[in-house]
């Protein structure tokens, strides 16, 4: 089976940076992903990692290291509308993904 | 472009009653489709997934059952809801690779 882990929850104050990691554990692993969730919204796509290395997407920049089972999610420039759940997520066969507990991020002026 | 449409948005039912979810595709053909199911709080559990017409895989053996009667439409039933059975079901679609899920706006279900 699958399984991550990512912290529960992680406080920043505007401009600042602030980095978000997800370790996982799986098979038939594809990539790694990385959405945004509202409270009371649906999720929406960010980032994917299919390769190691870092992918760069405004302020949101996602990272993956294969050998280390290990992704991260860094967002710059905090901005109040940034606080929000964050999920990394696994891809694996027939293009299932399985989702990590969620970070609950809290941007404070 | 692509859209996604899942109703109702909120639902109330009490405890033995049946259910029905549907989710509808436009824009695209032959997406993989998903039900997911996030407890208050919670991540997000995955139900459901088919790869085509007819085709449903089940994750969590459970009460509830998916069907994809067309290509673009995938329904999450149950003939007797359980209180546990409670959370916000997601449908979401994704091009053949899975790279990116895109999500309905979501169904919060009461069962009470």
Avoid at chain 1, 2 to 28: D, F, H, K, M, R
Avoid at chain 1, 62 to 82: A, H
Avoid at chain 2, 67 to 91: A, E, N, T, W
């Amino acid at each position: 089976g699958q399984s991550l882990e990512q912290p529960s929850e992680v406080t920043a104050v505007e401009g600042a940076i602030v980095q978000i990691n997800c370790t996982y554990q799986t098979s038939g692993f594809y990539g790694l992903s990385w959405y945004q969730q509202h409270d009371g919204g649906a999720p929406t796509f960010l980032s994917y990692n299919g390769l190691d290395g870092l992918e760069e997407t405004g302020r949101f920049s996602s990272f993956l290291s294969r050998s280390d089972s290990y992704g991260y999610l860094l967002l710059q420039e905090l901005q109040m509308k940034d606080s929000a759940s964050y999920f990394c997520a696994v891809i694996s066969g027939y293009s299932t993904l399985t989702f990590g507990k969620g970070t609950m991020l809290l941007v404070s002026p | 472009s692509q859209t996604i449409h899942q109703w109702p948005a909120t639902l109330v039912q009490p405890v033995g009653s049946p259910l029905s979810l549907e989710c509808t595709v436009e824009g695209t053909s032959n997406p993989n489709l998903y039900w997911y199911r996030q407890a208050a709080g919670r991540g997000l559990q995955l139900l459901f997934y088919s790869v085509g017409i007819g085709q449903i895989s089940s994750e969590v053996p459970q009460n509830l059952s998916a069907s994809r009667p067309q290509d673009r439409q995938f329904i999450l039933s149950s003939k007797k809801l359980l209180l546990s059975d409670s959370g916000f079901y997601l449908c979401a679609w994704s091009p053949r690779q899975g790279e990116k899920l895109f999500f309905g706006s979501g169904t919060q279900l009461s069962v009470l």
